[in-house]
């Protein structure tokens, strides 16, 4: 028999649309599984604010009633509004090395993409830049992450067979904790806090941060206003991050830069320890016993840390508030042994980030790549 495409349509499928990729890597030593729970709850229309803005569709490819792929097509009306494009998206795709299954997969997507009137389809992306992004072209022996995506190398060779194109690529990197603060970072946080009236805030109780959570996000929709593909977060879809992030986030590891004369958040590093070792423990599900896998590794003092969201005020770029993040933060990594932090995804093209790294010892051991072609 040849392959099947299907239409997700109710729950029931939407679970074998997100378990086939735990299935497809489970003897795989390097992919991160995320929970189901959270991925059904993404696709969820009555709970994801992301379709008040957008819509989507899912795919499953079956052969001899087995599932052999699977793909998600996207259109987020308000990314293009800011971009003036008209292009889909797709996204959370996972397929077995088989250029039937994957031609049927992508033209499925594409014949969905043309019939919304769009002229180009890109990815893999998500709803929103908090959604994983990113084909895995090179780094495929490295432990994934929480935040990014894991693909076998077959992946990228059939996007170019395909006639898909490069339209964007991100760099991961590990940093080595230095055994110091960096004088010259030192020097300039002390000059940049007199300077323009800034205070590092720290935390001890949740309930302390819980003021400054909707400040977070406004300063994440202004600092990545200028990034690939992102669109700004709608008050909803803030409301929706924080409840999911603060909830779950370490104290210790977050530093908050606010300016002194009105609180607001300037700057801001949040940080976790690594979660991919118990994620794939947990095997995609938090019962019966992948939350303790997860509060061990949460609590843990972490040999690896996730450096998973950092966003600085654009008028505040470049002039020396990430030297204060590092100054708050470097001794508390040393504190719990901390080997070195992961990066995550940072766009090729944004020198002024990767430039920071050039005062730690640091290597890039990961690239990813957004694909297009027109319609």
């Not at 800011?82 to 250029?99: K, L, P, S």
Request: with cysteine.
């Amino acid at each position: 028999m040849g392959v099947i495409i299907k239409e997700v349509t109710d729950k029931k499928e939407l679970k074998k649309f997100v378990k086939f990729s735990i299935d497809l890597y489970k003897d795989n030593p390097f992919y991160v599984p995320g929970l189901i729970d959270d991925e059904m709850q993404t696709f969820d229309k009555e709970k994801n604010p992301a379709f008040e803005v957008g819509e989507a569709i899912c795919f499953l490819a079956y052969r001899d009633g087995e599932i052999v792929g699977k793909i998600a097509g996207m259109v987020n009306h308000r990314s293009n509004e800011v971009w003036n494009q008209n292009a889909a998206r797709f996204g959370f795709v996972d397929f077995i090395d088989d250029e039937e299954v994957v031609d049927a997969l992508f033209k499925a997507v594409e014949d969905w993409a043309k019939a919304k009137g769009t002229t180009m389809l890109h990815g893999p992306l998500g709803f929103t830049d908090m959604d994983p992004e990113g084909m895995l072209i090179d780094g495929f022996n490295e432990l994934g992450t929480m935040a990014t995506i894991y693909n076998y190398p077959y992946y990228p060779k059939h996007m170019e067979r395909m006639g898909y194109v490069k339209d964007q690529d991100w760099k991961e990197f590990k940093i080595y904790i230095p055994d110091s603060i960096p004088e010259k970072h030192q020097r300039i946080g002390e000059i940049v806090k007199k300077k323009y009236g800034l205070k590092i805030m720290k935390f001890k109780k949740r309930k302390e941060i819980w003021p400054y959570a909707h400040k977070i996000f406004r300063t994440l929709n202004a600092a990545f206003s200028p990034l690939y593909g992102f669109a700004p977060l709608t008050d909803k879809q803030i409301d929706y991050y924080v409840n999911i992030y603060i909830p779950m986030v370490r104290l210790d590891l977050v530093t908050i830069i606010v300016r002194e004369a009105d609180d607001e958040v300037v700057g801001f590093g949040i940080s976790l320890p690594s979660l991919s070792k118990a994620l794939q423990k947990a095997k995609g599900r938090l019962f019966p016993f992948g939350f303790i896998h997860l509060l061990g590794a949460l609590r843990s003092k972490p040999k690896i840390i996730d450096l998973y969201l950092t966003g600085v005020l654009p008028e505040y770029q470049g002039k020396g508030v990430n030297a204060l993040l590092f100054n708050d933060l470097i001794p508390v990594y040393q504190a719990c042994g901390t080997e070195y932090a992961e990066s995550n995804v940072e766009l090729e093209t944004n020198n002024a980030v990767q430039a920071q790294w050039e005062y730690f010892k640091h290597e890039h051991h990961k690239t990813r790549r957004a694909f297009k072609k027109d319609l």
